[in-house]
């Protein structure tokens, strides 16, 4: 399985973006698609996760209400929908699958695959 993420980049604070990662390979339509994020010397954290059908989603605590997660099974790309967001939310994004037929990634021991990375920079 191949995750290409895209969409980074800077925006000011209160702003918004929106992160797109494709996924490929045989059995990535059958994977839950989610969202880590990683800070410069912090460790890698979960932002937001899909399940393969049924769009059953899971977020962090501090992104609820802000965040929003989407899939397009026949583009097989997840979508990241990012608003009001804050300079402390500057990090590297990383699209991530977990295994196939499971409800979510949200545990960070279940990714099986990483995408490139993309950095969003939230300006003050």
Request: net charge positive; charged share 20%.
């Amino acid at each position: 399985v191949q995750l290409q993420a895209s969409g980074g980049g800077l925006v000011q604070a209160g702003g918004s973006l929106r992160l797109s990662c494709a996924a490929s390979g045989r059995t990535s339509s059958t994977r839950p698609l989610g969202w880590f994020r990683q800070a410069p010397g912090k460790e890698r954290e979960f932002v937001a996760s899909i399940s393969w059908k049924d769009d059953i989603t899971y977020y962090a605590d501090s992104m609820k209400g802000r965040f929003s997660i989407s899939r397009d099974n026949a583009k097989n790309t997840v979508y990241l929908q990012m608003n009001s967001l804050k300079p402390e939310e500057t990090a590297v994004y990383y699209c991530a699958a977990g295994p196939s037929v499971h409800l979510s990634v949200k545990d960070i021991r279940l990714v099986h695959y990483w995408g490139q990375g993309t950095q969003v920079t939230v300006s003050s």
